[in-house]
Every structure is written in structure tokens, then in C-alpha cells.
Nanobody
Framework: QVQLVESGGGLVQAGGSLRLSCAAS????????MGWFRQGPGKDREFVAL????????YYGDSVKGRFTISRDNAKNTLYLQMNSLKPEDTAIYYC??????????????????WGQGTQVTVSS
């Protein structure tokens, strides 16, 4: 079982930045395509960003494109999300997720097999 532990959430003013981290347990992190998702109050879970197993390919949701950057350090078993130019609309619980080994990254939440506990990001205006 893959275990994911997120950190880095908090309260920030509009225009500020945060960096989220997701630490994965066990061996074989490089075999898991990864994604970030978020869920705001009263909303469905929304795709934020994905990254391939090697880290050479990334893709972003339209609402965060140009502001957020997803990355990974396979040697440290860690996934990151750098969030810049934050807006109040970015307020949500942010989740990292992993697909089963050797599966390709996806923007659909239902395609992911393992999820972190979520970390709250609140952006004030």
C-alpha cells in the first residue's frame, strides 16, 4: 500500500506563494505517475496538475496554468507543487494522488489509486 503524507498548506494573502510537499512511503516511487487535485467548499474535486513517472512531462488545469508548477524528486520520494500568484479562488483542500505502478498520469480523480490526507490552503483577499 502506498502512503502519501502532505504538508505545506496554510493561510496566505492574495498574490502570495506556497509550496506543497507530498512524501511517499516505500520503494518504487518512480513507478507511480502523480497528480495534485483540490476541492473547494461545496465543489467537486478539481484537477490541478499531473506529472509523469520520470518527471519529464507535466500538464496543468486551465485555472492554474502559468501560476503553479508541479515537480518531483524521485531520489527523495517526494512530490511538490509550487503555487505562485495565489488567488482567493485557489482556496481549497489540496490532495496528492498516485496511480498504480507503471500507469500513465491522468487528469481524472477516479483514475488514481492512492490519496494523501489533504492539506488546507486558504487565500485571503
Amino acid at each position: 500500500q502506498v502512503q502519501l503524507v502532505e504538508s505545506g498548506g496554510g493561510l496566505v494573502q492574495a498574490g502570495g506563494s506556497l509550496r506543497l510537499s507530498c512524501a511517499a512511503s516505500g520503494r518504487g516511487f518512480s513507478n507511480n505517475a502523480m497528480g495534485w487535485f483540490r476541492q473547494g467548499p461545496g465543489k467537486d474535486r478539481e484537477f490541478v496538475a499531473l506529472i509523469s513517472r520520470s518527471g519529464d512531462s507535466t500538464y496543468y488545469g486551465d485555472s492554474v496554468k502559468g501560476r503553479f508548477t508541479i515537480s518531483r524528486d524521485n531520489a527523495k520520494n517526494t512530490l511538490y507543487l509550487q503555487m505562485n500568484s495565489l488567488k482567493p479562488e485557489d482556496t481549497a483542500i489540496y490532495y496528492c494522488a498516485a496511480r498504480r505502478p507503471l500507469y500513465t498520469a491522468s487528469s481524472r480523480p477516479g483514475d488514481y489509486d492512492y490519496w494523501g490526507q489533504g492539506t488546507q490552503v486558504t487565500v485571503s483577499s
